[in-house]
């Protein structure tokens, strides 16, 4: 159920955010973006740092978009800042599990995995990107101002999100 203004605009949201809450997680994500990066280096997992740090900021503009919300959530942009970033920023963090998990195979042996661990690169992460192209496809339609586009594009993206789990 969405909240009504005065002047009968939507609030988006459904709710007025909370500025402290999504301020402290804001500068948690943004801890967690540089740590990756930083990371990444001496342990020489760029794929890994690259994947995680790209999510880090997604999710980032997301709480920056319910920040955003706190002050005006009757704005369209501040909601699909919110619901974009942190929707589509798990995407970066699977592609990064999924580049591990065929190195863990490596090391413990491919006697334990029915597929090469190579192929668990090959596939699931082909499909992360098929759901993050399904996703945004989705998002973009549901931020344009028809009503008719919006609800499509909602389909759309629930779509990329089924495919994606």
């Not at 880090?56 to 709480?63: D, H």
């Not at 992360?128 to 008719?148: I, P, R, T, Y």
Request: charged fraction near 10%.
């Amino acid at each position: 159920m969405t909240e009504t203004s005065s002047n009968g605009k939507n609030n988006y949201f459904g709710y007025i955010p909370n500025k402290g809450a999504n301020a402290f997680f804001l500068v948690v994500w943004l801890f967690l973006m540089i740590a990756q990066a930083i990371l990444a280096i001496p342990t020489r997992e760029i794929f890994l740092g690259v994947s995680m740090s790209i999510g880090c900021a997604l999710e980032l503009v997301g709480y920056i978009g319910r920040v955003m919300g706190h002050n005006d959530p009757y704005v369209l942009k501040n909601y699909m800042m919110n619901s974009l970033g942190t929707v589509i920023s798990p995407v970066f963090f699977m592609a990064g599990i999924y580049n591990c998990f065929g190195s863990i195979i490596e090391i413990f042996g491919r006697q334990y995995s029915p597929l090469k661990p190579i192929n668990y690169r090959r596939i699931f992460i082909s499909l992360d990107a098929l759901s993050f192209l399904v996703q945004s496809s989705g998002g973009g339609l549901a931020a344009s101002a028809n009503q008719d586009s919006a609800k499509m594009g909602f389909n759309i993206l629930l779509g990329g999100l089924i495919l994606q789990i």
